[in-house]
């Protein structure tokens, strides 16, 4: 059976141009538009990854991040977060960062290649 | 009498007029004379000033002697006019007198007669003139002095900072609308009180009687920060000395400074708003493109792919510009260097180091690291100091050509760690050496044209070597390569 994964991203554009990545590569795609969105479609989804944006607006990706690790039930799926951090100069800051506050699994800068998000993916399923 | 001194002599009788002419002439007097009484007044009307003493022969055919001496003081009040009095009543003296003459002298007169009285005469015009000349500059100093402190008084009142001073013991001595407004105190009701009664704020009054009666003398002025209901507060506290160094009493400045703090979260708000509202559509374009020329939207011909790279490049460029100026702004903000800690730059490089391997094995470039001895630490920012070497490291592998090499060589130099990233790439150009840690500055030929980059980067790392108090410096040949040189004052 394919693995589901779910696309969190207040960009509708994003989230099309991820879905449509994954979905080349044979993965089953559901995808929410907002934080709230993606707790919630976390809980009746039930995917097995989730690719998380940082920023939005309504509830941002280092809180849902937070608040699904907290809970023992999904606890155990993957967490992909996008960042939107481009600048060299703070990308090395943000490795530490990210490394540091959040529990997420992976971090991915946003836009990515194709092919290293599907690594990315790939390599988190298989743990 | 010594001083030249014009006199008019009024008189019908030439015999007067021309003895007068002769006796004071000879005492250096200027005379001038008037056969009549219309001729007189004319002659004061001239000049009432340049006339010192007037000789005024009471009986003369035409207008009479009383009736000149009527025009001669309305047009000169403090004139001197004494009388010639032809036949010596007494009674006429005595009119011309009430009416305002100075003086009389009968006739005839002996020479010594008239010197005399012309001289008294003289010496009250003079008397006169000096108390007047007095007068005037009394009355001018009161009004400058009036003037200055009104203007005094207008600017400190018309100030946005507020202005508190005390006397010796602490008492308050004046205020201005700003210091009221800052301390939350009226004007009328604190004057004349002590400090503690005036103002509620310790740090205030515990600054003020630092300054009145200071444990080290060497210290005039205390600088603090008061936090006063919402407000954030700047206050200077300085001595005020008497040219002997006494302490006569103290000066308050204060600055209100919750406006910046306001500007300062607007700041962080515009950049929280720019670094989503202007990456994420470039993201979104960036990935789009990536997308297609990765074939998932369709076969994309050769002449597609190399249009749709080049656009790829750019829109990644724009990225990085953004992303940049984010930095540049947190950095002039002076929000670069909060986290000041001992550190050892070499462990920092060295993770640089590792993570540009990657892309340095991409590009077919070879890194080296090298450290000749044993550094000393370096008080400093470790994410900002991280940025600088990833910067210069990461333009020395984008500018070295595939098969060249990359060298980082750390070594102590007298107070400063020294750290050297060289490379044997295009090299920069002599005429632009000058210029390429200016903000988007970028050196422009056939070689650069397939590089993309912001010209921002260098320009941000030298804010930041510079924020801790070191120095970059950068030597290149074209062809050759180059290499830059940046040293940081290790920790004292």
Known sequence: MAKKILIVDDDPDLVEAVSTILESKGYEVAAAYGGVEGLEKAKTESPDLIVLDVMMPDKDGYVVCKELKADPKYRSIPILLL??????????????????????????????EPEELVRRIETLLSK | MGEVGKILVIDDEAVIRDGCRRILGKEGCEV??????????KAIQKDPQEIEVVLLDLKMPGMSGMDVLEHALALEPSLPIVVITGYATVDSAVEAMKKGAYDFIPKPFTPDQLRLVVNRALEKRKLE?????????????????????????????????????????????LTNPAAGRMLGIRA?????????????????????????????????????????????IRAHTAAVKSE????????????????????DRMKGEFIAMVSHELRSPVSAIEQNISLILEGLAGEVTEKQRHLLSRAKERSRGLLELIGDLLEMSKIDAGMALQRKEPLQVEEIVEKVMELMEAEAQAKGVALQFKITSPLPPVLGDRDNLEGVFTNLVGNAIKYTPSGGEVKVEMSPEGDYVKTVVSDTG?????????????????????????????GLGLSIVKSIVEAHLGSISVESEEGKGTSFCVLLPRQT
């Open chain 1, 83 to 112: 960042t939107a951090v481009v600048s060299k100069l703070s990308v090395t800051r943000y490795t530490q960062q990210m490394g540091m506050e959040t529990e997420a699994d992976d971090y991915v800068d946003k836009p990515v």
């Open chain 2, 32 to 41: 001038i004379t008037a056969a009549n009484g219309e001729e007189g007044v």
């Open chain 2, 129 to 173: 003139r000096e108390a007047e000349r007095l007068k005037a500059q009394a009355a001018r100093s009161l009004k400058d002095v009036a003037t200055e402190k009104s203007k005094v008084r207008t600017i400190i009142n018309c100030m946005a900072d507020g202005v508190l001073v005390t006397d010796r013991e602490g008492k308050v001595v």
């Open chain 2, 188 to 232: 009328d009701t604190c004057l004349e009180k002590p400090l503690y009664e005036a103002v509620g704020d310790e740090k205030l009054i515990e600054a003020v009687q630092g300054v009145l009666k200071p444990e080290n003398p060497e210290v005039a002025t205390i600088s603090q920060e008061l936090q006063i209901g919402d407000s954030l």
């Open chain 2, 244 to 263: 002997d160094g006494e302490v006569l009493g103290t000066v308050t400045v204060l600055e209100d400074m919750t406006y910046l703090l306001e500007l």
């Open chain 2, 426 to 454: 295009i090299g920069i150009p002599k005429e632009d050496l000058p210029r390429i840690f200016d903000k988007f500055y970028r050196v422009k030929s056939e070689k650069t044209r397939g590089i993309v980059g912001t």
